[in-house]
C-alpha cells in the first residue's frame, strides 16, 4: 500500500517546507535482497572493559567480512559489549562510545548494545547497571529513528557467548529495518547448533505457515522459502486458490483447512506423516467492537481463531512427536496485546494471550530441544491497516521512531530469524515489529 505522506514531504519542492514546519520525512528503509552482504559499511565495535563478548563479536563480524571502521568517516553500524558494565559509575562507557559514534552513523544504520541479564548478575549493583542499558537503547532509537536506524539491547546469558551469530547477523543486516527499541534475550542453545549454509539455513526443512494466503502470511512464506524451506501453506477453504497460487509459486503445498474446525489438529498432523521443522502460527482475524457492544458470539469466535486453536495444534503436533529436533514455533502477536486498543478487548486478550502461550511454553519446548518464539507487529502497511479511516491509518504510521509503517517483509524476516537452526539460543522472546511505536513501549 502506498504512504502519501511520505511521497508528499520528500517531493523536491515540499522537503525544505516539510522540515522547517518540523513535519516528520521518513526516509525508505534499506531492505534485504538476495546476494548483498549482512552489513553494508563499516562496523565501528567497542566495549566496557572486562566484557565477555568481544571475541563473538569479532568471529562474526570476520564470518561476515565486515569492515572494520577506523577512526573517522561513516560507519553502518554501532556494536557495543556493555558485558562488562558492573556498576553505575561505569555507564559512562555508553556515553565514551557513543557520543563521537553517532555522528558517524549513516542512513538505515544500526545501534546495538550487548549486555548481561540483570538477575544473571548476582550483584545488585550490576544487576542495576545492566538494566539501565535498557533505557539508554530506548532512547537513542528515537534519536537516531529519523535516519531510519534502528538501535537494540542483547541480553546474553553467560555461557551463550557463542549463540550470537544468528541474532547478530539479523540485527545488522537491512532484514531488521522496522524492528528497533527492543529487548532481546539470548540464552544457552537448547541443542548444538547445526553447520548452516547462511544464504539458504532452512534448506531441507519444512514450515508450516497458516494463513498462508495472503498479507502477511504471504510474505511468511516466501520469505521461508528464499531460506530454503519447504513450506506447507494452511488458510481456509473460501481462500483456497489464493493459497494454491502461492504455494505453487514456491514449490511447496497446501492445506486449505479452517483450524477451528472440530478434528482440525489431527486433520493438519495427518498431513505431515514425516513431521515439520517450522509451525508458524500466523492465521489471526480482528473482529472489533468496545466491550459494551461485544456479542458473546463474536468474543469466542476470535479467541477460538487467534488463540485456542493455535494452542490444540501445538499439543497436538507435540503429543505425536511431529516437531523435529531443533524445531521451532513461531506465533504472530500484536502491539494491541502489549498496548491494548479501544475497540480490541477480544483481539488484545488474544494477542497478549499468545505472548504468554510463549512465556510458558519455552521450558518445555528447551526439553524438547526446540524452541518458542513470538513477534508482535505494529502498523504494518496490509489490507487490514488499509481498511482503516484515514486519521487512525496517519497516526498509526507517524507514532514510530521510524515515522512509517512496517511491510509485511519486515515481520516474515523476524520470524525466519527465529526460524533459523542457528536461533538455538533464543526461546521465549516476543519482540516487537513496530519500527519503535509509542505505544505500549
Ligand atoms: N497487519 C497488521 O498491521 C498487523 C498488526 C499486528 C498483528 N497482525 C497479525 O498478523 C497476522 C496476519 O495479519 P494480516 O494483516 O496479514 O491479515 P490478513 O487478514 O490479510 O491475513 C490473515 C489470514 O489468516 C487466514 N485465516 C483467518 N481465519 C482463519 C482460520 N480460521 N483458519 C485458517 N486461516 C484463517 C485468513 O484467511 C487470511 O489469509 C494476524 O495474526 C494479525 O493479527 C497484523
Redesign the pocket.
Known amino acids: 500500500m502506498s504512504d502519501t505522506y511520505t511521497q508528499i514531504v520528500n517531493a523536491p519542492l515540499v522537503s525544505s517546507l516539510a522540515s522547517s514546519l518540523g513535519l516528520p520525512r521518513p526516509v525508505e528503509l534499506d531492505r534485504f535482497s538476495a546476494g548483498e552482504p549482512v552489513v553494508n559499511g563499516p562496523v565501528l565495535t567497542g566495549a566496557a572493559p572486562d566484557g565477555s563478548l568481544r571475541l563473538s563479536i569479532s568471529r562474526i563480524l570476520d564470518s561476515i567480512a565486515a569492515e572494520r571502521a577506523g577512526t573517522e568517516g561513516p560507519v553502518k553500524a554501532l556494536v557495543f559489549d556493555a558485558t562488562g558494565i558492573s556498576d553505575s559509575g561505569q555507564l559512562v562507557e555508553l556515553q565514551k562510545f557513543f557520543y563521537p559514534g553517532v555522528s558517524r552513523l549513516g542512513p538505515s544504520g544500526r545501534a546495538i548494545v550487548l549486555g548481561t541479564p540483570p538477575a544473571s548478575t548476582g550483584a545488585v549493583r550490576a544487576h542495576t547497571a545492566q538494566r539501565a542499558l535498557e533505557g539508554f537503547v530506548r532512547s537513542l532509537g528515537k534519536e537516531i529513528g529519523a535516519r531510519g536506524s534502528t538501535t537494540q539491547l542483547v541480553y546474553v546469558e553467560p555461557g551463550a557467548e557463542t549463540e550470537i551469530d544468528s541474532t547478530l547477523r539479523f540485527l545488522l543486516s537491512p532484514r531488521s529495518a522496522y524492528v528497533s527499541g527492543q529487548v532481546i534475550r539470548v540464552g544457552k542453545a537448547v541443542t548444538a547448533t547445526p553447520e548452516l549454509d547462511w544464504d539458504r539455513p532452512l534448506g531441507g526443512l519444512t514450515a508450516l505457515v ?8 504471504e510474505s511468511i512464506a516466501a520469505t521461508l522459502a528464499r531460506d530454503g524451506a519447504t513450506v506447507v501453506g ?3 477453504p473460501a ?1 483456497g486458490s489464493d493459497l494454491d497460487a502461492v504455494t505453487s509459486r514456491l514449490g511447496g503445498r497446501s492445506i486449505a ?4 474446525a472440530e478434528g482440525a489438529p489431527a486433520a493438519i498432523a495427518s498431513q505431515l506423516p514425516e513431521g515439520v521443522d517450522v509451525i508458524v502460527h ?5 473482529l472489533d467492537r468496545t466491550i459494551a457492544k461485544m456479542p458473546e458470539e463474536r468474543w469466542t469466535r476470535l479467541m477460538e ?2 488463540l485456542s ?1 493455535e494452542e490444540r495444534i501445538n499439543d497436538e503436533i507435540l503429543a505425536r512427536g511431529l516437531l523435529r529436533p531443533n524445531g521451532r514455533i513461531v506465533c ?5 496485546g502489549i498496548a491494548g486498543n479501544s475497540g480490541q478487548t477480544n483481539y488484545a486478550t488474544s ?1 497478549a494471550g499468545v505472548i504468554g502461550m510463549v512465556e510458558a511454553m519455552a521450558p518445555e519446548m528447551a526439553k524438547r530441544k526446540g524452541t518458542i518464539n513470538a513477534v ?5 502497511e ?4 488499509a481498511a482503516m479511516p484515514f486519521g487512525p491509518r496517519e497516526v498509526g504510521r507517524r507514532l514510530s521512531s521510524l515515522s512509517q509503517g512496517g511491510k ?1 517483509v519486515d ?1 516474515a524476516e523476524a520470524i525466519a530469524w527465529f526460524a533459523s537452526p542457528a536461533s538455538t539460543g533464543v526461546n521465549g522472546n516476543t519482540i516487537r515489529v513496530c519500527g519503535q511505536n509509542l505505544l505500549g513501549a
Not at 376 to 380: E, K, R, W
Request: hydrophobic fraction near 40%.
Open positions: 497458516t494463513g498462508a494466503s495472503r498479507g502477511i502470511g494452511l488458510d481456509i481462500a483447512l479452517d483450524i477451528t500466523n492465521a489471526g482475524v480482528t481463531i487467534n486453536s504472530v502477536s500484536s502491539m494491541s494477542k508482535a507487529p505494529g502498523f504494518i496490509t489490507r487490514m491497516t509485511p515481520v
